[in-house]
């Protein structure tokens, strides 16, 4: 894999880099600030300046959050932002109250006010946190960071390193290198999302992760992206996948093709470098049919040790991961419906049914089973340990991820097959997917569609457990 420089003259060139995150246990007793406000760091190619952008802890991606399996995360969210804020821990399977959906779990946290959370880590895996207040425009101004929890350290993967690479893109303007200021834009929300035109991992360009040859790695990937869906592939190495959305894999899974990394997904690999000393392997990322463009560029140094290593083990089960009861689960249908080219009439939102023009007036152009954006109503009241099955019809001519918070889900091929468990799956035009999943965990649950945008702009409804 060729290394390649970036100058003001190629910005919209796609851009890679990679960074680590090592791990810090918290104590329990502790509760630390989380702080969220207004920054620069600099991740505009050479030339430019810095980029104005809102953080945690005055970093991008925001202070890395490592706890172990079974411990309380406790975090005093501080806002120095100009606006309201809250946080969401997502692919926590958290109690409600501490979810961070502001207008349904909590008020939005106003500027100089406090918010404490306080919740018991039931999962191991790799999860990320991020903005749940206008999350479309605070997520892209850079309010996200990687929440990493480890397995008991005897459950943990024999490797040489443990590497988080969050993977986004950034729209900004190639005269001064900031953010641009058009979240409200209608073809945006109308099309596929917002899509940067500098494309990085945690947040820098033209980094590399020096490896070895034979060393095995443990590697975090985490689509923080707006919108953007990853087509990756590997290079110079050997890898399986181990877990996906922070849930273990009964078996890891050789890597023999592309991984499709949604928006909000994440996936853990193992990896084995194959490449000679000298040599460089990474992660390439697919930018168009014929094009592929390094994502994160390991350079090869040295060697780890003269021989192969056995394949990997299993990671230990998290609680909670048993098949839904199909045959008693109730069934329960959602049709997405709007964007550009769609088909959509009208609505309900407000309380009542509004035609495809006043929506579009009122900058909304999705819906979730003919609902417009969050209602009094939920989508589905589900009693406590109730399963269900959902068939999710995607009428639309735009791809989906559906994320479902304090839950995680199995897809249902139509033979019956289960598949893994994830919260975010993505749904492709004019697909139908089935998923199906336990009501064990009581609350108001957001589903939504995790292009960002999408959600801003009706495809957001909820779920009540009681």
Same mark, same amino acid.
């Not at 034979?214 to 975090?220: G, H, K, V």
């Given at each position: 894999m060729a290394r390649f420089a970036i100058s003001r003259r190629g910005f919209c060139a796609?851009?890679?880099?990679?960074?680590?995150?090592?791990?810090?246990?918290?104590?329990?007793?502790?509760?630390?600030?989380?702080?969220?406000?207004?920054?620069?760091?600099? &991740?505009? %190619? !050479?030339?430019?300046?810095?980029?104005?952008?809102?953080?945690?802890?005055?970093? &991008?991606?925001?202070?890395?959050?490592h706890a172990r399996q079974g411990e309380r995360l406790r975090r005093r969210l501080v806002n120095e932002l100009p606006v309201a804020t809250s946080v969401h821990w997502h692919g926590i399977r958290i109690d409600n109250a501490m979810d961070g959906v502001a207008g349904l779990t909590q008020d939005p946290v106003a500027p100089g006010e406090t918010f404490d959370y306080d919740f018991v880590l039931p999962d191991a895996g790799t999860y990320w946190y991020h903005a749940h207040t206008n999350s479309m425009e605070q997520?892209?101004? #850079?309010? +996200? #960071?990687?929440?990493? &929890?480890?397995?008991?350290? +005897?459950?943990? %993967?024999?490797?040489?390193r443990d590497e988080v690479l969050m993977l986004d893109d950034w729209l900004l303007n190639p005269e001064d290198g900031q953010i641009v200021d058009n979240f409200d834009n209608a073809m945006t929300l109308?099309? =596929? =999302?917002?899509?940067?035109?500098?494309i990085g991992t945690n947040a820098q360009y033209d980094y590399t992760l020096p490896v070895k040859t034979n060393e095995r790695l443990r590697l975090r990937l985490i689509n923080a992206a707006n919108a953007r869906i990853f087509g990756l592939r590997l290079e110079g190495v050997t890898g399986w996948t181990i877990?996906?959305? =922070?849930?273990?894999?009964?078996?890891?899974?050789?890597?023999?093709?592309?991984?499709?990394?949604? %928006?909000?997904?994440?996936?853990?690999?193992?990896?084995?470098?194959?490449?000679? !000393?000298?040599?460089?392997?990474?992660?390439?990322?697919?930018?168009?049919?014929?094009?592929?463009?390094?994502?994160?560029?390991?350079?090869?140094?040295?060697?780890?040790? @003269? +021989? @192969?290593?056995?394949? %990997?083990?299993?990671?230990?089960?998290?609680?909670?991961?048993?098949?839904?009861?199909?045959?008693?689960?109730?069934?329960?249908?959602?049709?997405?419906?709007?964007?550009?080219? =769609?088909?959509?009439?009208?609505?309900r939102m407000g309380g009542g049914m509004m035609g495809f023009r006043d929506l579009m007036q009122a900058g909304q152009f999705w819906s979730l089973a003919g609902q417009i954006g969050l209602d009094e109503t939920p989508f589905a009241r589900l009693s406590r340990g109730e399963p269900a099955r959902m068939t999710i019809t995607n009428d639309t001519v735009f791809p989906h991820a559906m994320h479902l918070h304090g839950m995680h889900f199995r897809t249902i091929a139509t033979d019956g097959t289960p598949g893994p468990m994830r919260d975010t799956v993505l749904v492709l035009p004019n697909e139908k997917i089935e998923i199906a999943f336990t009501a064990d965990n009581p609350g @108001?649950?957001?589903?939504?569609?995790?292009?960002?945008?999408?959600?801003?702009? #009706?495809?957001?409804?909820w779920i009540d457990v009681t």
């Amino acid at each position: 894999m060729a290394r390649f420089a970036i100058s003001r003259r190629g910005f919209c060139a796609s851009l890679a880099a990679g960074a680590a995150f090592g791990p810090r246990p918290l104590r329990a007793a502790e509760m630390p600030d989380l702080m969220a406000g207004p920054t620069s760091v600099q &991740i505009a %190619p !050479e030339g430019y300046g810095k980029t104005n952008v809102w953080s945690y802890g005055g970093t &991008i991606p925001g202070t890395p959050l490592h706890a172990r399996q079974g411990e309380r995360l406790r975090r005093r969210l501080v806002n120095e932002l100009p606006v309201a804020t809250s946080v969401h821990w997502h692919g926590i399977r958290i109690d409600n109250a501490m979810d961070g959906v502001a207008g349904l779990t909590q008020d939005p946290v106003a500027p100089g006010e406090t918010f404490d959370y306080d919740f018991v880590l039931p999962d191991a895996g790799t999860y990320w946190y991020h903005a749940h207040t206008n999350s479309m425009e605070q997520v892209a101004r #850079g309010l +996200s #960071g990687p929440l990493i &929890i480890a397995e008991a350290a +005897s459950d943990a %993967p024999d490797v040489d390193r443990d590497e988080v690479l969050m993977l986004d893109d950034w729209l900004l303007n190639p005269e001064d290198g900031q953010i641009v200021d058009n979240f409200d834009n209608a073809m945006t929300l109308s099309h =596929g =999302g917002r899509m940067g035109n500098l494309i990085g991992t945690n947040a820098q360009y033209d980094y590399t992760l020096p490896v070895k040859t034979n060393e095995r790695l443990r590697l975090r990937l985490i689509n923080a992206a707006n919108a953007r869906i990853f087509g990756l592939r590997l290079e110079g190495v050997t890898g399986w996948t181990i877990a996906l959305d =922070g849930m273990p894999l009964e078996e890891p899974e050789p890597l023999t093709g592309p991984i499709i990394l949604a %928006p909000a997904q994440r996936i853990d690999l193992i990896i084995d470098v194959t490449a000679d !000393e000298g040599d460089t392997a990474g992660i390439l990322r697919r930018d168009d049919e014929d094009t592929w463009r390094p994502q994160a560029i390991f350079p090869v140094r040295g060697r780890a040790s @003269k +021989s @192969k290593r056995a394949a %990997p083990s299993a990671l230990p089960p998290n609680p909670r991961m048993d098949m839904p009861n199909l045959a008693d689960a109730r069934p329960l249908d959602m049709p997405m419906e709007g964007g550009a080219m =769609g088909r959509m009439r009208g609505g309900r939102m407000g309380g009542g049914m509004m035609g495809f023009r006043d929506l579009m007036q009122a900058g909304q152009f999705w819906s979730l089973a003919g609902q417009i954006g969050l209602d009094e109503t939920p989508f589905a009241r589900l009693s406590r340990g109730e399963p269900a099955r959902m068939t999710i019809t995607n009428d639309t001519v735009f791809p989906h991820a559906m994320h479902l918070h304090g839950m995680h889900f199995r897809t249902i091929a139509t033979d019956g097959t289960p598949g893994p468990m994830r919260d975010t799956v993505l749904v492709l035009p004019n697909e139908k997917i089935e998923i199906a999943f336990t009501a064990d965990n009581p609350g @108001k649950w957001l589903f939504h569609c995790h292009m960002l945008g999408h959600a801003a702009s #009706g495809m957001t409804t909820w779920i009540d457990v009681t």
